[in-house]
């Protein structure tokens, strides 16, 4: 197998994948004609009469968001109902046709330029399934409709960090289904954003499996080259709202992606990294009925350590009121989970301990663990375990180790554990499996002046970028 390992190392992520990596946390704005019926999915007939937010303010939207410790966010700029939130010059069916600055509105444009001037990234969520246009289901002439609506998007927002696009395949008001020209779509996004991700129904960034914010313990971003092409099949897609469907959780037949047993036999292995998506509410979409359900800071932060910290990215909606303002109650959560993630992670105190390693290659020393930048630390070629000492002058508390490989050459550590020195012994306080991205070990609060972090086997020689204690 080690002959294997050697081919599976050579995957590594693109420069974009690798930068939607890096944002780590990012949030979801669904916004339609839905918000005003209370629907969560809607049929296309809705009277564009009825989308008038009042209040509508995206610099709020951002700036929450920022609170949070978010570094970017995507706007549902059409979902399944087909109603657009930029004035599309290929439907009516659009903001144009609503009473929303006299029909002069652009919510596209308006959330674009919030997040710019907050420095957040901004993405676009565009449904393939459009219920309102009467070529659904008549293969090339929507085909050739909804590229229109994609480069209207890819062009007139500045840049575009994802196109997130997702499967709903279902029946149009004809009775037809399309049969998506996926490539086609991809082609058109590569051409007008090259540096952009598409996720989900894309090459770039899967699904993670649900929509509950459920996580793998061990999270592969190296997978079967199937995997890519499960989403878009659409005998298997969603083509309804289905409270069950969004309250799922991983199955048990799907927790292993990337094992080296799942791997053998697979003729074309893919780098196809995970984002975990859920919502701060029930619901996608807001309902006043949903306002005591806003999910604890508890949740939220055990969501944000399992996945950011179980190398996903992690995508959270909040979604605007019928006022066009997110609800104070969803701020004041956010406000709460942004001041949790700073004061937790804000002072690394493996920076004020002396490191060592039991073996360490010339120019990759174990001392470059402190510094958070493309410096690593590998053992020499060959190696398959590493042992890393972090001894400080006096007894240290802490409940958080954060782990980082270097995923440019690929994802490699399978197993570790960490232990704390006890009186003259050590005791194992967590056993790990993948690493990838970044890993956060959670566990108990601890106290000593002495901590091993074991590698007790890779598919290569690790390679680890960067190591964070923290305490509570």
């Not at 109902?81 to 004035?87: A, M, S």
């Not at 989970?337 to 990759?364: C, F, M, P």
Request: charged fraction near 30%.
């Amino acid at each position: 197998m080690r002959q294997r390992d050697q081919e599976y190392i050579k995957i590594s992520p693109s420069t974009r994948q690798l930068a939607h990596q890096r944002l780590e946390f990012y949030a979801f704005f669904h916004f339609t004609v839905n918000t005003f019926t209370g629907r969560e999915w809607g049929d296309g007939t809705e009277n564009p009469g009825i989308f008038k937010p009042e209040h509508m303010d995206a610099g709020q939207w951002t700036k929450a968001i920022k609170a949070a410790g978010m570094r970017g966010a995507i706007l549902t700029c059409k979902h399944h109902d087909g109603f657009c939130l930029w004035p599309s010059k290929y439907t009516d069916h659009t903001i144009k046709s609503s009473p929303y600055k006299d029909g002069n509105g652009d919510i596209v444009k308006e959330v674009s330029k919030a997040l710019q001037k907050e420095g957040l990234e901004f993405g676009i969520y565009l449904s393939p399934w459009d219920r309102n246009q009467k070529t659904y289901g008549y293969g090339k002439a929507y085909d050739d409709y909804f590229v229109n609506q994609l480069e209207e998007l890819l062009t007139g927002y500045g840049r575009i960090f994802t196109v997130w696009l997702d499967g709903a395949c279902g029946e149009g008001s004809n009775g037809k289904k399309q049969v998506y020209d996926w490539k086609r779509y991809y082609d058109t996004i590569r051409k007008l954003q090259p540096e952009a991700c598409i996720a989900v129904c894309g090459p770039d960034v899967r699904w993670c499996g649900n929509e509950a914010g459920d996580t793998r313990p061990s999270e592969w971003s190296v997978v079967p080259k199937r995997l890519s092409e499960a989403e878009t099949i659409q005998k298997a897609s969603q083509q309804s709202d289905d409270t069950e469907f969004r309250e799922k959780k991983i199955n048990s037949s799907d927790l292993d992606l990337g094992s080296r047993k799942i791997l053998m036999n697979e003729s074309e292995l893919i780098w196809y990294p995970a984002e975990v998506n859920t919502s701060i509410r029930p619901g996608w979409f807001y309902h006043r009925e949903e306002d005591e359900k806003v999910k604890s800071l508890e949740e939220l932060v055990s969501v944000y350590e399992k996945s950011v910290g179980g190398n996903a990215t992690f995508l959270l909606n909040i979604p605007p009121t019928p006022a066009g303002l997110l609800h104070e109650k969803d701020i004041k959560r956010l406000q709460e989970l942004g001041d949790y993630l700073r004061a937790t992670y804000q002072t690394n105190l493996a920076e004020t301990a002396v490191i060592e390693a039991s073996d360490e290659e010339k120019n990759h020393p174990v001392s470059s663990l402190k510094i958070p930048d493309e410096t690593y630390y590998k053992p020499g070629d060959g190696q398959y375990t590493a042992e890393i000492t972090v001894t400080w002058e006096k007894k240290r508390r802490f409940s958080r180790i954060v782990l980082m490989e270097q995923i440019r050459l690929g994802q490699r550590i399978e197993e570790f554990s960490l232990l704390i020195k006890e009186e003259n012994e050590y005791r194992t306080i967590y056993e790990g499996t993948t690493v990838g991205y970044k890993k956060i070990a959670r566990f108990g609060e601890i106290s000593t002046e002495v901590l091993k972090i074991r590698i007790t086997d890779s598919r290569v020689c690790p390679a680890i970028l960067f190591l964070g204690v923290y305490e509570t």
